[in-house]
């Protein structure tokens, strides 16, 4: 499964929607927010551009390399893939609702062709996880939660949110995570990445391996307990759940969606 998240399914279909140069009055605030949405908590993250929290200029962005570049790759990257697609949007207003639909016919969302559940696509498999909880995935296979999986490796692709991260820009570092990736044995990847996510999907295909990307709900499967897995599946965790440790959240956790993914 190729997944986008509401935020970033909604920014691609409004880069669409600047291509094909619709009146953006329509939707120019909403962009707004969700850029700064992106360069904030997504871990999308460019040093040449100013901002830290929620204080983006869209309008800046919008013209920017990085920008272009990475939305550009990502509409490719949707339109081209044959996995399973999980598009979701945030509202969108009646006006926009004609220009969604050919949207997703100019990705060809209807005619995608491989399907995966999680517990299947993992099962005597020798799985990477991609993910920076990575060390406590592995950690809860050596206890015994192992899916059916033959084997557990992972990457900890690492935080870069506020717009900040070790290189400089999120293309440099999707470019240290694939010579990770190529170095490393495995079947299936599994990758819960944020703004990483398609595009580490994107080169595991072309390597000839299955993908499937999950987002926030991927610790519930392993007994850990984050606050999205709380609020989400109250009624399932018992004492087999762990947290999340302190020196595995970032600086500033709670500022990122209320701390939902620890």
Not at 48 to 55: K, M, P
Not at 61 to 69: D, F, M, P, R
Not at 133 to 150: C, E, F, H, S, V
Not at 219 to 224: A, E, L, S
Request: hydrophobic residues 35%; neutral net charge; charged residues 15%.
């Amino acid at each position: 499964m190729i997944r986008l998240g509401m935020s970033e399914s909604t920014l691609l279909f409004f880069y669409y929607l600047d291509n094909c140069k619709i009146n953006n009055n329509l939707y120019k605030n909403d962009q707004h927010q969700l850029i700064n949405w992106l360069y904030t908590t997504s871990g999308f993250y460019d040093k040449n551009v100013n901002g830290q929290y929620f204080n983006f200029d869209s309008n800046h962005i919008k013209s920017t390399l990085v920008y272009n570049t990475y939305f550009s790759n990502l509409m490719n990257i949707v339109k081209n893939t044959n996995y399973e697609l999980s598009i979701n949007f945030h509202n969108i207003i009646p006006e926009l609702l004609d220009y969604k639909v050919q949207f997703l016919k100019y990705i060809n969302y209807y005619n995608k062709t491989i399907h995966y559940d999680l517990l299947s696509f993992v099962k005597n498999q020798n799985v990477l996880i991609i993910n920076p909880l990575g060390k406590l995935y592995k950690q809860q296979y050596d206890n015994g939660i192992t899916l059916g999986m033959n084997s557990l490796k992972y990457i900890n692709n690492g935080y870069s949110f506020f717009n900040n991260g070790i290189h400089n820009n999120i293309l440099e570092t999707l470019e240290s995570i694939y010579i990770q990736i190529n170095n490393t044995e495995f079947d299936r990847a599994i990758i819960s990445a944020g703004a990483y996510s398609s595009f580490m999907a994107n080169h595991i295909i072309n390597l000839k391996k299955e993908v499937y990307i999950i987002g926030g709900n991927l610790p519930f499967y392993f007994n850990i307990k984050t606050k999205r897995v709380i609020d989400k599946f109250p009624g399932q965790i018992n004492e087999t759940f762990i947290i999340v440790p302190e020196d595995m959240k970032p600086h500033n956790f709670k500022l990122i969606e209320d701390g939902c993914y620890w």
